[in-house]
């Protein structure tokens, strides 16, 4: 047991405050000795699990963002951080109502289980039952669909149900309990772990800082920070450490125990194996309030938290993870016993929350000395001039039509090219945001819809640029040094617009919505859509400046 996790989840769940929920069919019994968990139980868990996680935070992740804000109010050199942080608050109030998810991308679904020998469901295929959960919640909430199969080794389509989910059961104890830890993990944010196989060389102190230093600046902004970060180092094999990383991200390792100064070999040989370092965790604190970046745009807030975790390895071997969870940080705890099933509190109500803690919130338009309007509905070029007046850096409100359009499209469009037809005539007329929504629930415009990762269409730049084409493009995160090239060689411009706001951005700023082509690409369908006040920054200007 000292090297495995299941004493410091079992530790994180002794802390964590859960109420009993009320299931439909049969309940859990003793068979012999042995709790029976009617398989049903499970599905029932992952479904009121995920929707859960969805659109209500844990009570800690909002007060760290709300804490963070009154951080950035008083901070001498604020940035932007108070604006994001602003727009995540408000956010997480708005996706409260139950209807748009925290986020569009409501993510991978990922459950690990530990599941005592005493407990059985006779199901022989937990993971199915639990699958089945994930599919009912996802359809029946409008979360976002976004697994995509393969049909062959380069042909793509969307699952339709957001399946399968990625499902980890370990065995644990004897307790008759069957715990869980369900996450919906974003693209972006995954997209942000990374896995270095270093040596014994890294582990000394001015090697391992410079380490560290390049890859928190390598972070970016394009998970949505502020970032729960989770660092590791060794593990007995590469994947039991990213393990360990994605865990950690989730707080799941938080109640592993740090070293003590001085610590000898017989003291760290009674304790886990897997260990906190305080000096390096304040650290990684500091590397993320001078990278500038911020909570996104510019300032001190990239990291809410760090995690920085050693495990044992082999002589030969140091394997090292750098992860993050994003501003929709999505993690929720549920057992089940005897009682019943059991799930993590939630805040439901986070405007009392708020108000309770005397954040007064505020909106867009506020501070209107520093805000510009400029609307969207007069040809590019037209655009393309009135962005011409700002600086990197400077706010704008944005209203008009805007075309929303990520990957799949993308690539239809390169094929397009590449069979020597011309590209659809709608992408000459509007700025791409780069976007793929949740579904639109009833009475609403629109699903949650914030930005996605810009990066991920620079491959395109070239060739749509050169014919007129996203020469005003709307996204988050940074962009290659190819782009910044582009965008002055075109006169183009980048801007980027708050992620992890989604419920927000989509209730207070899309005023229309309409399919425009390919619907068979799910939430990757082209759109059209109508934008009021849409916050946007400007990233890169037409002379290749960049704010990041
Ligand atoms: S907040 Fe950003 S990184 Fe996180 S899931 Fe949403 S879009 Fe992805």
Same mark, same amino acid.
């Given at each position: 047991m000292r090297g495995g996790f299941e004493p410091l989840v079992e530790e994180a769940f002794k802390q964590t405050s859960f109420e009993l929920i009320d299931t439909e069919g049969e309940r859990p019994r003793f068979i012999d000795g042995r709790l029976f968990i009617p398989p049903g139980l499970l599905s029932q868990a992952a479904e009121e699990g995920f929707r859960r996680l969805s659109f209500f935070f844990r009570e800690s992740h909002l007060a760290m963002l709300a804490e963070q804000l009154a951080l950035a109010e008083n901070d001498?050199? $604020?940035?932007n951080d108070g604006f994001v942080l602003n727009a995540l608050l408000r956010n997480a109030v708005i996706a409260a109502k139950g209807?748009? +998810?925290?986020?569009?991308?409501? @993510?991978t679904a990922v459950i690990y289980g530990w599941k005592s020998e005493?407990?059985?469901? @006779?199901? *022989?295929?937990?993971d199915a039952w639990l699958e089945s959960g994930i599919g009912a919640a996802y359809k029946k909430n409008n979360l976002r669909l976004s697994q995509i199969g393969a049909s062959s080794f380069l042909d793509e389509f969307n699952? @339709?149900?957001?399946?399968p989910a990625q499902i980890q059961i370990h065995a644990s104890g004897k307790n008759p309990v069957y715990r869980f830890l369900f996450i919906a993990k974003g693209g972006g944010s995954s997209n942000k772990t990374s896995l270095f196989s270093m040596t014994?060389?890294?582990?000394e102190e001015q090697a391992f800082e410079k380490f560290l230093e390049e890859k928190i600046k390598a972070l970016g902004t394009a998970a949505c920070p502020p970032y729960r970060l989770a660092v590791v180092v060794g593990g007995t094999s590469p994947e039991f450490n990213l393990e360990a990383c994605k865990l950690a991200s989730a707080e799941?390792?938080?109640?592993?125990p740090y070293f003590e100064p001085g610590e000898d070999k017989e003291k760290s040989a009674s304790l886990p194996w897997i260990r906190r370092d305080k000096q390096w965790e304040e650290k990684a604190m500091s590397i993320g309030r001078r990278? *500038?970046? *911020?909570?996104?745009?510019?300032?001190?807030?990239?990291?809410?938290d760090a995690r920085v975790l050693r495990l044992p390895r082999h002589a030969a071997s140091c394997p090292v993870s750098i992860g993050v969870s994003c501003a929709a940080h999505r993690n929720l705890y549920a057992y089940i016993d005897s009682e019943g099933l059991h799930l993590e509190k939630t805040v439901t109500d986070p405007a009392k929350f708020l108000k309770e803690r005397g954040i007064n919130l505020k909106t867009?338009?506020?501070?209107? +000395?520093i805000i510009k309007r400029i609307s969207v509905n007069k040809g590019i070029k037209e655009v393309c001039k009135e962005l011409s007046n700002f600086n990197v850096g400077d706010k704008i409100l944005l209203s008009g039509k805007l075309l929303m359009a990520r990957d799949a499209a993308h690539l239809k469009w390169h094929n397009l090219l590449k069979e020597g037809k011309a590209l659809p005539e709608y992408l000459y007329a509007y700025p791409v945001y780069y976007a793929g929504p949740a579904a639109t629930p009833p009475g609403?415009?629109?699903?949650s819809l914030g930005p996605t990762t +810009?990066?991920?269409?620079? $491959?395109?730049g070239e060739e749509f640029m050169s014919r007129g084409c996203s020469l005003v493009t709307v996204a988050k995160g940074n962009r290659s040094a190819e782009w910044k090239k582009l965008c002055s060689s075109y006169g183009a411009f980048y801007l980027g617009t708050i992620g992890g706001a989604a419920a927000l951005l989509s209730e207070e700023n899309v005023t229309g919505n309409e399919l425009l082509d390919? $619907?068979?690409?799910?939430?990757?369908a082209v759109r059209l859509i109508t934008v009021k006040d849409l916050p946007v920054f400007i990233i890169i200007d037409n002379k290749g400046n960049s704010l990041y």
């Open positions: 001498k050199k $604020p940035g209807e748009l +998810a925290l986020c569009q991308d409501t @993510g005493n407990v059985f469901t @006779g199901s *022989g295929d937990d699952t @339709g149900n957001n399946l014994k060389s890294l582990l799941a390792l938080d109640s592993a990278t *500038g970046l *911020g909570a996104q745009f510019g300032g001190s807030s990239l990291l809410l867009f338009d506020s501070n209107t +000395a609403k415009v629109i699903g +810009a990066g991920r269409m620079d $491959p395109y390919y $619907p068979e690409l799910g939430m990757e």
